[in-house]
């Protein structure tokens, strides 16, 4: 089955610790999403890809890290920088950027 | 001001009931638009691209309106199940980032 693959579903993590999100689509998209939200909030952009090796930073990219060395993977790492890592963490991915995206099932992340 | 915006709502309409949500965004230079479902606590997903001349699928239609810079969706004869939070997303001409409005919620009840 075509789609996006995030992992894992749930993640747990301390204080001060850096933690990896998995993002895999097998849909040949070219561009990829992350976005962050919080309850009760819209989706706010962190960063995106069009093109394997290289990623542009989006709105609230503080805190955080992405890389883009093949084109099905878009891995989102989350630093001890970013100060309220707590969220619902979403992968996304499309043909290109003007057209529709389509999400993976999310990440959320709690850091206690 | 904000790129895209939505009335949160919560809309609460009897089943049956149409009900119609706007989105205004601020870009003159916006050229695709989407609307998205988003259930609680799930992944948003594509509800309809929303097309110059406007595009209807089944109870629901989308407007878009260039002059005013917004867009529209009309639900028809709500079901209990469309009860959930609308996104509005717009991508603006030569980026390639997808803006999402807040969200409007919606509640069906019977």
């Known amino acids: 089955d075509g789609g996006i693959t995030q992992s894992p579903k749930y993640l747990f993590r301390k204080e001060g610790q850096n933690v990896t999100l998995s993002c895999e689509q097998n849909?040949?998209?070219?561009?990829m999403y992350w976005y962050r939200q919080d309850p009760g909030q819209g989706l706010r952009l962190i960063y995106y890809?069009?093109?394997?090796?290289?990623?542009q930073k989006g709105d609230i990219a503080e805190g955080y890290s992405v890389s883009r060395e093949k084109k099905e993977s878009f891995p989102l790492t989350v630093t001890s920088a970013q100060k309220n890592p707590t969220a619902f963490y979403l992968c996304?991915?499309?043909?290109?950027?003007?057209?529709?995206?389509?999400f993976g099932q999310g990440t959320r992340l709690t850091v206690v | 001001r904000k790129e895209v915006e939505q009335d949160p709502g919560p809309f609460n309409v009897p089943e049956g009931a149409t009900v119609a949500f706007n989105c205004t965004y601020s870009?003159?230079?916006?050229?695709?638009f989407f609307w998205y479902r988003q259930d609680c606590r799930k992944e948003p997903k594509l509800l309809m691209s929303?097309?110059?001349s406007g595009n209807e699928d089944g109870r629901f239609t989308a407007q878009l309106n260039r002059a005013s810079q917004y867009i529209s969706l009309l639900i028809r004869d709500s079901k209990l199940s469309d009860s959930a939070t609308y996104l509005c997303?717009?991508?603006?001409?030569?980026?390639?980032?997808?803006?999402f409005g807040t969200g409007t919620r919606l509640q069906v009840f019977p």
């Open positions: 996304a991915s499309s043909v290109r950027g003007d057209t529709e995206a389509f």
């Open positions: 849909l040949n998209h070219d561009a």
């Open positions: 890809s069009q093109i394997v090796n290289d990623f």
């Open positions: 870009n003159s230079a916006s050229q695709s």
């Open positions: 929303v097309y110059s």
């Open positions: 997303v717009v991508n603006i001409y030569n980026t390639d980032k997808l803006i």
